[in-house]
């Protein structure tokens, strides 16, 4: 009865978004296919070396900076696809 109990607060605390920094035990059991998909991309992108930066820019500026970035990635490594905006 305990362990049910438990399991159910558990369950309670990871679905508002409360989930226990300690617990090893449940893992990903509650993340959706598109949390997955985001911590996959991120686990590379991390392994490439970059980290995720927010910067203020207009329309143009964010444009003009996909495109040198992607140059700049094809350069440095061969072509690595197309920047994600």
């Known amino acids: 009865m305990v362990l049910a109990l438990t ?3 558990a369950l309670a605390l990871m679905r ?3 989930k226990d920094k300690r617990d090893k035990l449940t ?3 509650l993340a959706s296919d598109n949390a997955i998909r985001q911590a ?3 686990e590379t992108q991390r392994e490439l070396g970059r980290k ?3 910067i ?3 329309d143009d500026e964010a444009e003009a900076l ?3 970035l992607e140059e700049l990635r094809a ?3 061969g072509d690595s696809g197309p920047a994600s905006a």
């Open 16 to 18: 508002s978004g409360m």
């Open 56 to 58: 203020w820019a207009t």
């Open 66 to 68: 996909r495109l040198y």
């Open 40 to 42: 996959r991309f991120a």
């Open 27 to 29: 893992g990903n059991l």
């Open 7 to 9: 399991m159910y607060f």
């Open 75 to 77: 350069a440095q490594d």
């Open 52 to 54: 995720a930066r927010k």
